[in-house]
């Protein structure tokens, strides 16, 4: 069964960072695609980023491009989001999500539970 | 970027009735295209991807038609567990994927 767990949100002053954290399971997960989604609250859905298989290839929305990083660890099987410069619109749920089989990108068939992230003073 | 188009903002049935949901490109995406679903306090489900394609484990009565820039989900028969917010998503044009509004289905 395909778990994927996220960790590390939480409330964090507007400019300061945090790192969130995926861990992954009942896959193998250094051959899937992995991305981030993320859903400020009543909102709707809003891809953040997404990184190969192997982590060499890594994309990001606009938004985000220059203050988050995504990362990952095959030897943990584990998927990270560092971000940075946080800002209040980056205020959301953010998803783990897996990649469907075959997809270099796209179709998300697996999502964590979603960890909150508030950005206040 | 694709901006995609969602209607109805709420359609509003009951159960046993055909449930009928839009979502338009602001290009075309060719078949490049799913949708998910999200209830309350969950995570997004997949249903649907490239266009009309079933995602494993989902029901019959869910269905996906349309290429370009117009898109349908088609519930066949709507159950209980069945009302929930709708997304459709893009791939086409990547980076970024982009998703609709959502499209609220309520039970009448």
């Known amino acids: 069964e395909v778990q994927l767990l996220e960790s590390g949100g939480g409330l964090v002053q507007p400019g300061g960072s945090l790192r969130l954290s995926c861990a992954a399971s009942?896959?193998?997960?250094?051959?899937?695609?992995m991305s981030w989604v993320r859903q400020a609250p009543g909102k709707g859905l809003d891809w953040v980023s997404t990184?190969?298989?192997?982590?060499?290839?890594?994309n990001y929305a606009d938004s985000v491009k220059g203050r988050f990083t995504i990362s990952r660890d095959n030897s943990k099987s584990t998927l990270y989001l560092q971000m940075n410069s946080l800002r209040a619109e980056d205020t959301a749920v953010y998803y783990c999500?897996?990649?469907?089989?075959?997809?270099?990108?796209?179709?998300?068939?697996?999502w964590g539970q979603g960890t909150l992230v508030t950005v206040s003073s | 970027e694709i901006v995609l188009t969602q209607s109805p903002a709420t359609l509003s049935l009951s159960p046993g009735e055909r449930a009928t949901l839009s979502c338009r490109a602001s290009?075309?995406?060719?078949?490049?295209l799913a949708w998910y679903q999200q209830k309350p306090g969950q995570a997004p489900r997949l249903l649907i991807y490239d266009a009309s394609n079933r995602a494993t484990g989902i029901p019959v009565r869910f269905s996906g038609s349309g290429s370009g820039t117009d898109f349908t989900l088609t519930i066949s028969s709507l159950e209980p567990e069945d009302f929930a917010v709708y997304y459709c998503?893009?791939?086409?044009?990547?980076?970024?994927?982009?998703f609709g509004q959502g499209t609220r289905l309520e039970i009448k």
């Open positions: 999500v897996k990649v469907l089989s075959g997809y270099s990108y796209g179709y998300s068939d697996f």
């Open positions: 009942g896959f193998t997960f250094s051959t899937h695609v």
């Open positions: 290009q075309s995406v060719s078949s490049s």
């Open positions: 990184i190969s298989g192997g982590g060499g290839n890594t």
């Open positions: 998503q893009q791939r086409r044009n990547w980076p970024p994927e982009t």
